[in-house]
């Protein structure tokens, strides 16, 4: 899970949205700090960035970068933090900006919240070193004994809440070695480098430290571990409110597990901070001491201002590793002894879980998070320990949850034991399909996935029963609680078809691609500036995302354009009208960027519209692109191939092939990327290169694709069933966007045109890898759809790509599919949500099912359908 999703999910019960668009008048959820609403002075600005607000006199003129100043709060204090600041800085004209709500506090400082961030309130612009030496001295005299969390990436001026960092003030950004857009600043010799903000101190290599933050450094270091009879061996994990390490208790030898709190920080949904929480957790287990369900508490200490709860170590692996490795729907086919063999092991571990809640329910603890994630098996597979109970409560029934995974999320009105009832309900269900993140959205859900599940595995009649009773209980049969009403037919579980929840199954073409359609144009908000079609909550992380072909409009008319769904005029309007004066800083990539955007408006008729973006486009430094098909040159130029080609301006077609040119040279120059596959590794350039070698026939642009080809297959391993996957170190990954079923696309292309015995193989390899019965999300460049796309386009003559078998893959997108507003819907990544874009949402699965299913080619850009080589 991604836990940066969880704050985009507040704003909206359907889609994901910016926490900033909650209401923010007087008793709204987001309403602002008194301070924040306070008159400014004539020649003050106060406006909106992202989840700031910013105050700056008009004719202020800061550094691009500098040493800023940033202070931390906590809920109850940061109106008061604020106002000290307010009536320092704004007499004295000086920049800065503040979270300007309670809610946008919290969820910055949120347990799962960016370590990174963490515990910023406000931030001050100082116009040189000697005023930011001046000003955080007199903001900690200011600020003298107010509280507030740590701030990780940054330098803390003496005991207080005031912190200096080195970083950029201006709104400039440039890739990083994965190839992402980020926040830079210029190094010594005036290039952009990404402006590291990490959850540790760093002073840029070419930067001296000035002398009035020496002391503070050395403070700094003071604090060691070196006296702890513990020894730390690894870390586990982190959170913003401290770290899980392994360690070793150094006068008995003993291997422990030591949890990290920092105070003030890692907040829940009732505001506790991570110490309350690990008070909670260590009361909790001394309760349950002797239980074999549950660890020993060994120890509890402090070391410098964070606690540390020194627990059992519990020798196994969580039960969610055991899921990835067992579970039959990972298969092409599974036999029916497989299915059968599985299904009577997950009953079995269900059966261990539930005694073990039962076990600590007569003890008068309540779990109130137990997932996946939480429960340890052994490795005998015969006995089970619960583990992390930060969120329990000992002899209280009315609590309700504050920290959940969001696929176990109780209903509001949950409190107590029916906390954990509803999560062991969710279990049921979660080890045969792992989908009840859906029931965020969409309780009714439950009855679809079980419906599911009773045809995939022989469940016996009846066991999945009290699951659903628990999970629907209080549910109003017209719609679910706080859904937004949408209206979910009341339907008994285990017959009937997908009908019976959805409106149209995928597979019904063209009813399907109508409905989809319609509810892309439902969701629409043409009067917004940022998004038009609600999708990824990428669309908020970079200037025009709501505008880019990944996660924004350009995409999503391409595939309501490409299968010949009605068109959304009020969407071609809106994009016009943001492509004709882009945000500063818009990024010109592909799926990124104004080239998606411009090879869009081409496509949709709209040439002028289009050549003046590629104007646009062409004046901006092309030095600090990645070298990716996603948002870098490789994009860019088989866009401008593309352009070069439909409008008859030949002079686009110089400058695609000066990017290959420049790719190729970086290729030479600069190390390798550290990502792989058709959007961020050397896959992309193969697309370019062999494009270009279909434009003017040059034997060494096919050398090059099938050069960067075997780069990106040196980075994929065999795993299981024999598939050919991108090996990411922790996990590997079939998938169509950076796994390896986008590499065996463009195989498939230079196949086409020149036999490779190495390329035959591994793409057989990879189209196995498109085959599996379950993947956990339906977008196109991370679940389903993408192998649905693959199968129905590949020129293989490997087994599994016949109609039969695009059907089954086809069926199975229904499996994370919702209905909107009546309409066949999907959800996005994470599935915490829908979305409507293309690479994560409906849009990606309707042109997905184009290319399987309507009446003429449909394809990605630059993906036509591959002719078959003699």
């Known amino acids: 899970m991604n836990k940066g999703y969880a704050a985009y999910c507040d704003a909206d019960r359907q889609f994901y949205d910016a926490p900033h668009r909650l ?157 992402v857009l980020c926040p830079a600043i210029e190094d010594d010799t005036g290039t952009l480098v990404p402006d590291r903000r990490e959850p540790t101190f760093h002073v840029p290599s070419w930067l001296t430290l000035p002398a009035f933050l020496a002391p503070h450094l050395a403070a700094r270091t003071a604090t060691t571990v ?107 086919d599974p036999s029916p002894e497989r299915l059968a063999e599985y299904t009577q092991w997950a009953m079995r571990v269900y059966g261990l879980v539930e005694n073990a809640v039962a076990e600590i329910h007569a003890r008068g603890v309540v779990f109130n998070d137990l997932h996946l994630f939480n429960i340890m098996m052994s490795e005998d597979e015969s006995s089970v320990t619960l583990l992390d109970f930060e969120a329990a409560t000992v002899d209280d029934e009315t609590r309700r949850q504050v920290v959940a995974n969001p696929g176990f999320l109780a209903p509001a009105d949950r409190r107590g034991t029916d906390v954990d009832r509803y999560a062991l309900a969710c279990l049921r269900i979660a080890l045969f399909l792992p989908l009840t993140s859906l029931f965020t959205v969409d309780r009714g859900k439950a009855r679809h996935l079980v419906r599911i599940a009773m045809a995939e595995f022989p469940i016996p009649e009846g066991w999945l029963d009290s699951a659903l009773e628990e999970i629907l209980r209080d549910r109003h049969p017209d719609g679910p609680a706080g859904a937004a009403g949408l209206a979910v037919p009341a339907v008994s579980h285990g017959t009937g078809s997908t009908h019976d929840y959805l409106p149209v199954t995928p597979a019904n073409w063209p009813e399907s691609r109508d409905s989809m359609a319609r509810a892309i144009r439902a969701s629409a908000t043409p009067d917004r500036e940022d998004r038009c079609f609600p999708g990824d909550i990428a669309q908020f992380a970079i200037p025009g995302g709501g505008a880019c072909f990944g996660h924004g409009a350009a995409g999503v008319l391409y595939a309501l354009a490409e299968t010949g769904a009605a068109a959304c005029p009020e969407g071609e309007e809106w994009l016009l009208r943001t492509a004709k004066n882009p945000r500063s800083g818009t990024p010109i990539g592909f799926y ?8 869009t408006l081409d496509r949709l008729g709209h040439r002028e519209q289009a050549l003046e973006l590629v104007d646009l486009i062409l004046a901006q430094d092309r030095g600090t692109l990645a070298r990716d098909l996603h948002s870098g040159l490789a994009g860019l130029g088989l866009a401008l191939d593309a352009l070069a080609a439909s409008t008859g301006e030949h002079a686009l077609q110089a400058h695609a092939f000066a990017c290959a040119e420049e790719l190729a040279e970086r290729t030479r120059s600069e190390p390798a990327p550290t990502r792989a596959g058709l959007l961020y590794g050397a896959t992309g350039s193969a697309l370019l290169y062999l494009r ?179």
Not at 134 to 145: E, K, M, N, R, S
Not at 592 to 599: F, I, P, Y
Not at 779 to 799: C, K, N, Q
């Open 226 to 332: 070196g006296e702890l009879p513990y020894r730390i061996e690894r870390a586990l994990h982190f959170s913003n409110g401290g770290g899980v390490y392994i360690g070793r208790d150094l006068r008995t030898d003993e291997q422990v597990v030591l949890k990290e709190a920092r105070p003030y920080a890692g907040l829940g949904a009732d505001g506790a901070d991570a110490v309350t929480r690990l008070e909670r957790e260590r009361d909790a287990l001394r309760r349950l001491s002797g239980l074999v369900c549950t660890p020993e508490v060994h120890d509890w200490f402090t070391l410098g201002d964070h606690r540390f709860l020194v627990l059992e170590f519990v020798q196994g692996s969580p039960l969610n590793t055991f899921f990835a490795h067992r579970h039959p729907l990972i298969e092409t």
């Open 23 to 179: 209401r923010t008048d007087e008793g709204g959820p987001a309403a602002h700090y008194e301070t924040a609403r306070r008159e400014l002075p004539d020649g003050w600005l106060r406006y909106r960035s992202g989840d700031w607000l910013a105050f700056r006199p008009v004719d202020c003129r800061l550094p691009d970068q500098g040493w800023k100043i940033h202070v931390s709060a906590c809920l109850d204090n940061a109106d008061r933090v604020l106002a000290a600041i307010w009536d320092h800085c704004v007499p004295r004209g000086i920049a800065f900006k503040c979270m300007p709500s309670p809610y946008l506090l919290h969820t910055r400082n949120a347990k799962y919240a960016d370590r990174a961030g963490s515990g910023k309130f406000v931030t001050v612009y100082p116009a040189d070193d000697e005023q930011c030496r001046d000003v955080a001295t007199d903001l900690a005299a200011l600020l003298a004994g107010e509280p507030g969390p740590y701030i990780l990436s940054d330098l803390r001026w003496g005991e207080g809440p005031v912190y200096v960092r080195y970083g950029s003030f201006a709104d400039r950004t440039c890739h990083d070695a994965n190839g």
């Open 592 to 599: 990124d960027g104004l080239a998606g955007v411009a090879w």
């Open 692 to 870: 270009l070698y279909e434009r003017v026939g040059e034997s060494s642009l096919l050398d090059a694709a099938a050069e960067a080809l075997r780069r990106d297959l040196a980075r994929c391993v065999i795993a299981v069933g024999g598939t050919l996957q991108v090996d990411e170190g922790r996990r590997t990954m079939p998938y169509l966007g950076a796994g390896s079923v986008g590499i065996g696309m463009v195989l498939d292309d230079y196949l086409a045109h020149r036999a490779d015995a190495e390329f035959e193989a591994a793409r057989g390899e990879i189209v196995r890898a498109a085959q599996a019965r379950f993947y956990a999300q339906p977008g196109l460049f991370r679940g389903a759809a993408g192998m649905v796309l693959h199968l129905s386009r590949t020129t293989t003559e490997e087994p599994g790509i016949e109609p039969a078998d695009i059907r089954r893959q086809i069926d199975s997108l229904a499996w994370g599919a919702l209905p909107y507003r009546g309409q066949l819907a999907f959800a996005g990544e994470q599935m915490m949500r829908l979305s409507m874009d293309l690479s994560t949402g409906t849009a990606g699965c309707l042109l997905a099912l184009g290319s399987a299913l309507h009446d003429r080619p449909v394809h990605l850009p630059f993906l036509p359908p591959p002719t078959r080589r003699p």
